[in-house]
């Protein structure tokens, strides 16, 4: 199958922290929130075109310069900073912890629930909740030192990463004034396979437990989904691409936030061409992506 780019994408390192190297050096492999979002100490050419620098924020400063590569950029290039956060512990995250890895893809997972825990759309348990919470918390004090607030808050449609969302951003919105109105978008969604922790609920669900959610596009039913289908790499790195596609072309915020999962971040860190790492759950961390127009081609990345 061929995916025709509008874009290409980019991964900028060298303004947070190596979440690569983050990870390698934990003792389970994965990479959690850092303080601060690992934005690194540094100075940025913009700095002398301020006339109080020194009396801005790190964050400031770093603003500052986003605004000005955005302004100053080449027809057709375009820079957005990328919060990505992973939904917090779920139902099917405890179940499968429990059962084991092989029993879970082999049997468990296929199921809707045991009788006593339903994980067909898993929501979260208290320790995702709690997850969120510290996030939520890491807002509040990160908007004080002036980490911008994404202009446009997107989430998957799946119900623990709808829950995540709200208690991520709720409080600092309210506490900035600032509508609470995420877009809901099913190129987020988890790389699909017979799970049914990743089988969505219908779209009357969704509006009415999250009615200021924006659906758009969302149909009533998932189409996605399908017990005898799993994605291929090769597609779901296709839909992540157009979901930045999609984003780049009709989004003018420059700070914007992903609400996803494990895979998927996968297939996002595939899209912009960076280096495959793995965070554990309620995880948010930065992503600096450069956009830039192409003529039509075959090309896009690999998982």
Known sequence: METKCKFTFNFIPGFFEDYVQIAKDSANGLASTQHNLGLIDRAYETDSHLRSSGSLTQWERFTRYIEHLN???P?????KLIYVIRHGTGVHNVVMERVGSEAWKSKWSQLDGDGTETWADAHLVDAGIKQAQIVASLWLDGAKEGMPLPGTIYSSPLARCLEMTKLVYTPVLAEHQRPFQPVVKELLRERLTAHTC???SSR???KQNYPQYLLKDLEETD???SADKVETAEEHASRKLRLF???FAQDTSLFISLTTHSYAITGVLAVIGAEKF????GTMFPLFVKASKVAPSSNFPQL
Not at 278 to 281: G, I, K, P, S
């Open 71 to 73: 302004q100053h950029s």
């Open 75 to 79: 027809a057709g290039e375009s820079y």
């Open 198 to 200: 990743d089988r969505r």
């Open 204 to 206: 009357t669900w969704i």
């Open 223 to 225: 189409t996605l989904w």
């Open 245 to 247: 596609e999609d984003i």
């Open 278 to 281: 793995r965070v554990t759950e």
